[in-house]
Nanobody, 118 residues
Framework: QVQLMESGGGVVQTGGSLRLSCTAS????????MGWYRQAPGQRREFVAS????????YYADFVKGRFTASGDVAKTTVYLQMNSLTPKDSAVYYC???????????WGQGTQVTVSS
């Protein structure tokens, strides 16, 4: 079992930046891919970014390419999502997800709210 805890959300003005963190605990030795998703009110949860826990390929949704960057610190069992050039459309609850070895995202954090004001 892997537990995930996000932090770093908040309120920022249009054009601003935030960095989200997600710290994994528990059975972290089997971690494979890590991902970020978001869900706005009344909307479905959507994919934002993912990366291999040990580095390698990263994938981004088209609407964040060039603005968001996913990274990780294995020693700290923490992954980050650097978000730049934020717009009100980026307002959502952001969730961290982990593939602990099943081949799919099977562990989820509680989410952190990001609000971008116009």
């Amino acid at each position: 079992q892997v537990q995930l805890m996000e932090s770093g959300g908040g309120v920022v003005q249009t054009g601003g930046s935030l960095r989200l963190s997600c710290t994994a605990s528990g059975r972290t030795f089997g971690l494979r891919d890590m991902g970020w998703y978001r869900q706005a009110p009344g909307q479905r949860r959507e994919f934002v970014a993912s990366a291999s826990w040990l580095g390698g390929n990263q994938y981004y949704a088209d609407f964040v390419k060039g603005r968001f960057t996913a990274s990780g610190d294995v020693a700290k069992t923490t992954v980050y999502l650097q978000m730049n050039s934020l717009t009100p459309k980026d307002s959502a609850v952001y969730y961290c997800a982990a593939d602990s070895g099943s081949g799919s995202f099977d562990s989820w954090g509680q989410g952190t709210q990001v609000t971008v004001s116009s």
